[in-house]
């Protein structure tokens, strides 16, 4: 177990501690604790400790990783539509975070049609990832994205991106290229289309 792993581990027995802790003395020590927490995060991957407290006590409860969905949309001669980042630049397929009250395939119907404009349809599961601060260094929570498939869609449809990103194009998924050129986790997801095509159908 590396000083990251630890530190989550921790920061999760005291933000379930704050939010169930009825002696005010108890509520202290969660916090110091969390506090420690912001500490060791914040020096190791150079992030704000503010930033992190403030983020850090907004959580309430059991601490359980974000959920989100990433949704590969592949064309009828078979290449992967990708996203150049306007955050870090780097390059991604559509996805987004789950919002309260959506499903994943809800969801995986708006981030498609907000990021480029296309409507598609869910097919089913392709897979799972999961992604955190012991496995990439830019990123501070923990991270389980459903890979969703959708229905093939023409190479010439039209694209129309959001504030998100700043180019797409087309990928063949045996192009060779480095793990930097994707946002984190990313990566993984073109080699596992590459090797896998089954899917978990759509439960309705």
């Not at 309430?60 to 949704?71: D, L, N, Q, R, Y």
């Not at 045996?174 to 997801?189: A, T």
Request: charged share 25%; hydrophobic share 35%; glycine share 4%.
């Amino acid at each position: 177990m590396n000083i990251l792993e630890f530190t989550e581990k921790v920061r999760a027995i005291a933000t379930e501690g704050v939010y169930y802790a009825r002696d005010p003395y108890d509520d202290l020590r969660y916090k110091k604790l969390l506090d420690l927490t912001a500490e060791v995060i914040s020096s190791t991957l150079n992030v704000d400790k503010k930033i992190l407290m403030t983020n850090f006590l907004k959580d309430s409860g059991i601490i359980t990783p974000k959920i989100g969905v990433v949704v590969p949309i592949v064309s009828e001669d078979g290449n992967y539509l990708i996203l150049q980042r306007s955050d870090d630049f780097k390059w991604c397929f559509p996805c987004g975070f789950v919002d309260v009250r959506e499903d994943i395939y809800s969801t995986s119907i708006k981030e498609v049609k907000e990021e480029t404009g296309l409507n598609i349809t869910p097919r089913g599961i392709n897979g799972l990832t999961f992604k955190g601060p012991d496995t990439y260094d830019d990123i501070t929570h923990y991270q389980l994205n459903v890979v969703v498939e959708t229905n093939k869609v023409k190479e010439n449809s039209k694209i129309s991106l959001s504030h998100e990103h700043i180019h797409y194009r087309w990928i063949d998924i045996s192009e060779n290229v480095s793990d930097s050129f994707w946002h984190s986790g990313h990566e993984k997801i073109l080699n596992y289309l590459e090797n896998n095509v089954t899917s978990i159908p759509l439960i309705k």
